[in-house]
């Protein structure tokens, strides 16, 4: 069963996608910023890393640098949510070691379509 | 999968005020010209939540309005923009605008359309000011315009050649070329000709490159779509295999039509998707306007709270277990054993308990945050200098005492600001600093919270309050009042000095509301003054409306629970002191004060052997700052109680505030003390009716 950590600080997002994930059989972390999302990666692996970009202590950006740096998750899958508005975020993201993105707004059909493209 | 989104809803408007909070905070600490960084950030951040989670959730409208918002913001923080004091106080509205949506949708009322569109019209203006005028460039569709191809079967060859690093952003050729394969049949080459020799091989490297070749229902842009994620860790062609009959169709002037037709297929894509992506979230509202119609109410407790619990619980566990393990083999040789086992059940109900009520308890800082918009708005309204002084504000109270003491405590600053503190012209002139001090403090005083609010104004004018409480005919010619007595007059009901009715603070219905107001809480509200020193409010109000400490009394064969917060003594009644007097009324001297005597067997028609005072007991309660003398057979023990409401069980009682259920499973009531109070001054004419119908 594949994990999936979930980093957001709105509570509500993090509860709409991590019910969707795991109404979809995927195992949920967590995390509610960028240093709460380390500490628990550094606790056990996960598949996936699923980050939004704008968070307090530590946004979604230098997450993935730190995380990248961490033998662990080397080549794990790491997907961004942003907004349309923030395309500079997407190369941003892209050279920090970002697998990709999902933009804002998005439905749980589409969260799910995305992610089943990453881990099956 | 049909997940139904809106179950997320509440947690999202709980977010979003406490973001428009945070903003707010944020907007009102800002120095216009010297933003500092981080505050902007933070201010981002809530909006830029906001926006998302509205996109997500729905409400386009907010998703629409937060946008506009979201992108001034951007700027500032980019340092595109400067922050002007127009720009803060036109933020401030959005906020005002954003929180009133959110509550409009939450409850289901309608939006304020004219508003939302004022302030977002004055939104737009600002971000048109701009001299980058940035907002123009958006032009999103069209990228995708030029990428969309007619439908239609088509060939194509793509070459992909993925740079060394591609694994390290976490992609994998594989998982793009399989994606390729859903979409249409295709046949892949590998190209090994750049893959080293096994020695020199590096694993973590990709040295791989592809040509693939697709045939099928395909357009460009689904095929770069598929590429976006790498489209910079690759060399990518894309490229269509055209039949010779396409080749002259291309080189035609039929390419005008192609476009046309493409845009045509947009239009047709974004119609048939738009529906399918906000139909369930629009379908779902009505039953989340329901769920928020019954207005539950949630409240979000802190981690360590509720681990306190769990622990809690697993202490009572093992005691019970150890309990039970007793009980099954009891000898009487173990009676200590049972004893220390049910003092320590006693210890753990009681801080389970206590924990219980933790999680109800919310720092006052929720209720003291609005503060400083309001003292914001209000001195530049009223043209005063004010600075606001907040302190105690982690002191921790119940939700529900706290929902219901936010308008009293607005009505009291507005008061201050408005009454208290004198122009600066004023202040001046008393030699005083022209900006004036409002303190909001609150602190843990026994089982009670107490709150003040401090000015350093004019203070009360003790003339003008009596002049007006004559003419008003609250009080007589000739009363001699001491001065905390005429003070005193502000609270009572149609009373306001205020020379001219202000939009700022009240018409005359003030005061009494909030002392109301804060007596239906169980709390009190007091003033002192010294004029030309400023004046303090002081409420005082119980922690929880959930639990009582209560001393238990004995009237005939019923028992009843006094507050014990009420309770000033017990004696033992001197019958030397009793006097009578004319309506049947009694009086107990004590000391130097005369307390009417209210006998609980007579209010409540109990049965009792005991009619005279000399057998009882005299407990002496304070209510609404009156004291009255209980007359009651005996006092059994103290304890705290829990409050059932006998209104909503079964109806209002005048001298009841409720019951309770004691160990024994017995009901018992809990008086009413202020009610009981005034029903004894009041009862001068009452008993003496009822006198006359017994003769």
Same mark, same amino acid.
């Given at each position: 069963?594949?994990?999936?950590?979930?980093?957001?600080?709105?509570a509500?997002?993090?509860?709409m996608?991590?019910?969707?994930?795991k109404?979809?059989?995927?195992g949920?972390?967590?995390?509610?910023?960028?240093?709460?999302?380390?500490?628990?990666?550094? *606790?056990?692996?996960?598949? &996936?890393?699923?980050?939004d970009?704008?968070?307090p #202590?530590?946004? @979604?950006? $230098?997450?993935i640098?730190?995380?990248?740096?961490?033998?662990n998750?080397k080549? *794990?899958?790491i997907?961004? &949510?942003?907004?349309?508005s923030?395309?500079?975020? #997407?190369?941003? @993201?892209? $050279?920090?070691g970002?697998?990709?993105?999902?933009?804002?707004?998005?439905?749980p059909?589409q969260?799910?379509?995305?992610?089943?493209?990453?881990?099956? | 999968m049909?997940?139904d989104?809106?179950?997320?809803?509440?947690?999202?408007?709980e977010?979003?005020?406490?973001?428009?909070d945070?903003?707010e905070?944020e907007?009102?600490?800002?120095?216009?010209?010297?933003?500092?960084s981080?505050s902007i950030?933070?201010?981002?951040?809530?909006a830029?939540?906001?926006?998302?989670?509205?996109?997500?959730?729905?409400?386009?409208?907010?998703?629409?309005?937060?946008?506009?918002?979201?992108?001034l913001?951007?700027e500032?923080?980019?340092?595109?923009?400067?922050?002007?004091?127009q720009?803060?106080?036109?933020?401030?509205?959005s906020?005002?605008?954003l929180?009133?949506?959110l509550?409009?949708?939450r409850?289901?009322?309608?939006?304020?359309s004219?508003?939302?569109?004022?302030v977002?019209?004055?939104?737009?203006a600002?971000l048109?000011?701009?001299?980058?005028?940035?907002a123009?460039?958006?032009?999103?569709t069209?990228?995708?315009?030029?990428?969309?191809?007619?439908g239609g079967?088509?060939?194509?060859?793509v070459?992909?050649?993925p740079?060394?690093?591609?694994?390290?952003?976490?992609n994998d050729?594989?998982?793009i070329?399989?994606?390729?394969d859903?979409?249409?049949?295709?046949?892949s080459?590998?190209?090994?000709?750049?893959?080293?020799?096994?020695d020199?091989?590096?694993p973590?490297?990709?040295?791989l490159?592809?040509?693939?070749?697709?045939?099928?229902?395909i357009?460009?842009?689904?095929?770069?779509?598929?590429?976006?994620?790498?489209?910079d860790?690759?060399?990518?062609?894309?490229?269509?295999?055209?039949?010779p009959?396409?080749?002259?169709?291309n080189?035609?002037?039929?390419?005008?039509?192609?476009?046309?037709?493409?845009?045509e297929?947009i239009?047709?894509?974004?119609?048939?998707?738009?529906?399918?992506?906000?139909?369930?979230a629009?379908?779902?509202?009505?039953?989340?306007?329901?769920?928020?119609?019954g207005?539950?109410?949630?409240?979000?407790v802190?981690?360590d709270?509720?681990?306190?619990?769990?622990?809690?619980?697993?202490?009572?566990?093992?005691?019970?277990?150890?309990?039970?393990?007793?009980?099954?083999?009891?000898t009487m040789?173990?009676?200590?054993r049972?004893?220390?086992?049910l003092?320590?059940?006693?210890?753990?109900?009681?801080e389970?308990?206590?924990?219980?009520?933790?999680?109800?308890?919310?720092?006052?800082?929720?209720?003291?945050?609005?503060?400083?918009?309001?003292?914001h708005?209000?001195?530049?309204?009223?043209n005063k200098?004010?600075?606001?002084?907040?302190?105690?504000?982690?002191?921790?109270?119940?939700k529900?005492?706290?929902?219901?003491?936010?308008?009293?405590?607005?009505?009291?600053v507005r008061?201050s600001?408005d009454?208290?503190?004198?122009?600066?012209?004023?202040?001046?002139k008393?030699g005083?600093?022209?900006t004036g001090v409002?303190?909001?403090?609150?602190?843990?005083?026994?089982?009670?919270?107490?709150?003040?609010?401090?000015?350093d104004?004019?203070?009360?004018?003790?003339?003008?309050?009596?002049?007006?409480?004559l003419?008003?005919?609250?009080?007589?010619?000739?009363?001699n009042l001491?001065?905390?007595?005429?003070?005193?007059?502000?609270?009572?009901?149609?009373?306001s000095?205020?020379?001219?009715?202000?939009?700022?603070?009240?018409?005359?219905?003030g005061?009494?509301?909030?002392?109301?107001?804060?007596?239906?809480?169980?709390?009190?509200?007091e003033?002192?003054?010294?004029p030309?020193?400023?004046?303090?409010?002081?409420?005082?109000l119980p922690?929880?409306?959930a639990?009582?400490?209560?001393q238990l009394?004995r009237?005939?064969d019923?028992?009843?629970v006094v507050?014990?917060?009420?309770?000033?003594?017990?004696?033992?009644?001197?019958?030397?002191n009793?006097?009578?007097?004319?309506?049947?009324?009694?009086?107990?001297?004590?000391?130097?004060?005369?307390?009417?005597?209210?006998?609980?067997?007579?209010?409540?028609?109990?049965e009792t052997?005991?009619?005279?005072l000399?057998g009882g007991?005299?407990?002496?309660?304070e209510g609404?700052?009156?004291?009255?003398?209980?007359?009651?057979d005996?006092?059994l023990?103290?304890?705290?109680?829990?409050?059932?409401?006998?209104?909503?069980?079964?109806?209002k009682?005048?001298?009841?505030?409720?019951?309770t259920?004691?160990g024994?499973?017995?009901?018992?009531?809990?008086?009413?003390?202020?009610?009981?109070?005034?029903?004894?001054?009041?009862?001068?004419?009452?008993?003496?009716?009822?006198?006359?119908?017994?003769?």
């Open positions: 069963m594949p994990t999936i950590l979930a980093v957001d600080d709105s509500s997002m993090r509860q996608v991590s019910f969707t994930l109404a979809a059989g995927f949920v972390i967590e995390a509610v910023d960028g240093v709460d999302a380390l500490s628990k990666a550094k *606790t056990g692996k996960v598949d &996936l890393v699923l980050t970009v704008n968070m #202590k530590m946004d @979604g950006i $230098s997450l640098k730190e995380l990248r740096t961490l033998p998750y080549f *794990t899958p997907l961004l &949510l942003t907004t349309e923030g395309a500079d975020k #997407k190369s941003e @993201g892209k $050279s920090a970002a697998t990709g993105w999902i933009v804002k707004p998005f439905n059909d969260l799910l379509a995305t992610i089943k493209k990453v881990i099956r | 049909g997940i989104i809106s179950q997320f809803l509440d947690t999202f408007y977010e979003s005020f406490e973001g428009l945070t903003m905070t907007l009102l600490a800002l120095n216009p010209g010297a933003a500092d981080e950030n933070t201010i981002f951040r809530a830029h939540s906001i926006k998302g989670g509205s996109g997500t959730f729905g409400l386009n409208a907010v998703a629409d309005f937060t946008h506009v918002l979201e992108t913001l951007d500032m923080r980019d340092g595109k923009r400067d922050v002007t004091q720009a803060v106080d036109l933020m401030l509205s906020v005002d605008v929180r009133e949506m509550s409009a949708l409850e289901s009322a309608d939006l304020d004219e508003r939302i569109t004022t977002h019209d004055q939104l737009e600002m048109k000011g701009g001299d980058d005028g940035k123009a460039e958006t032009a999103p069209d990228e995708a315009v030029d990428g969309v191809e007619q079967n088509s060939k194509w060859t070459v992909f050649k740079f060394n690093g591609l694994y390290r952003t976490g050729p594989v998982r070329i399989r994606e390729l859903d979409l249409c049949s295709i046949v080459e590998i190209d090994l000709s750049t893959l080293p020799e096994f020199l091989l590096d973590e490297e990709c040295h490159s592809w040509t693939i070749h697709l045939d099928g229902d357009t460009e842009a689904q095929i770069k779509d598929v590429f976006a994620w790498v489209e860790d690759c060399e990518l062609t894309v490229e269509k295999v055209s039949s009959h396409a080749d002259v169709e080189d035609s002037d039929a390419s005008a039509a192609v476009v046309a037709a493409s845009e297929t239009d047709a894509a974004k119609e048939t998707e738009t529906p399918a992506a906000t139909a369930p629009v379908k779902k509202t009505p039953a989340a306007k329901k769920a928020a119609a207005e539950s109410g949630s409240i979000r802190g981690i709270k509720v681990d306190a619990l769990i622990n809690m619980v697993g202490e009572l566990v093992i005691t019970q277990s150890m309990l039970n393990q007793l009980g099954e083999e009891f040789d173990r009676v200590q049972l004893q220390e086992g003092v320590e059940l006693e210890q753990h109900t009681r389970l308990q206590e924990n219980v009520m933790r999680i109800r308890m919310l720092p006052i800082s929720f209720s003291f945050n609005r503060f400083p918009r309001l003292v708005d209000l001195s530049s309204k009223l200098k004010i600075e606001l002084k907040v302190s105690g504000e982690q002191t921790e109270l119940d529900t005492v706290m929902e219901k003491i936010g308008d009293p405590l607005v009505h009291l008061n600001l009454h208290g503190i004198e122009s600066p012209e004023e202040r001046v008393q005083k600093p022209e409002l303190s909001l403090n609150a602190y843990h005083q026994g089982g009670n919270i107490v709150i003040e609010i401090t000015d104004g004019a203070g009360l004018n003790a003339e003008k309050i009596l002049k007006k409480a003419e008003k005919g609250i009080v007589k010619e000739g009363d001491p001065p905390e007595k005429i003070y005193d007059l502000i609270f009572q009901p149609g009373f000095t205020a020379e001219q009715v202000s939009d700022v603070s009240g018409r005359g219905v005061m009494d509301v909030v002392r109301r107001n804060v007596k239906d809480l169980g709390g009190a509200v003033v002192i003054s010294e030309g020193v400023g004046s303090t409010f002081t409420i005082r922690l929880t409306l639990i009582l400490d209560g009394v009237v005939g019923e028992t009843y507050p014990l917060i009420s309770i000033i003594e017990s004696l033992q009644i001197n019958m030397d009793v006097n009578s007097i004319a309506g049947g009324a009694e009086l107990y001297k004590l000391r130097n004060d005369y307390l009417p005597i209210i006998r609980l067997h007579e209010l409540f028609c109990v052997e005991n009619h005279e000399s007991l005299l407990m002496v309660v609404d700052g009156h004291q009255a003398g209980i007359f009651v005996d006092l023990g103290q304890q705290q109680v829990v409050i059932k409401s006998l209104e909503s069980n079964f109806k009682v005048e001298g009841l505030s409720g019951a259920i004691l024994d499973g017995t009901v018992a009531l809990i008086l009413d003390i202020p009610g009981l109070v005034s029903l004894s001054r009041h009862r001068g004419d009452a008993s003496a009716s009822t006198q006359a119908a017994v003769a």
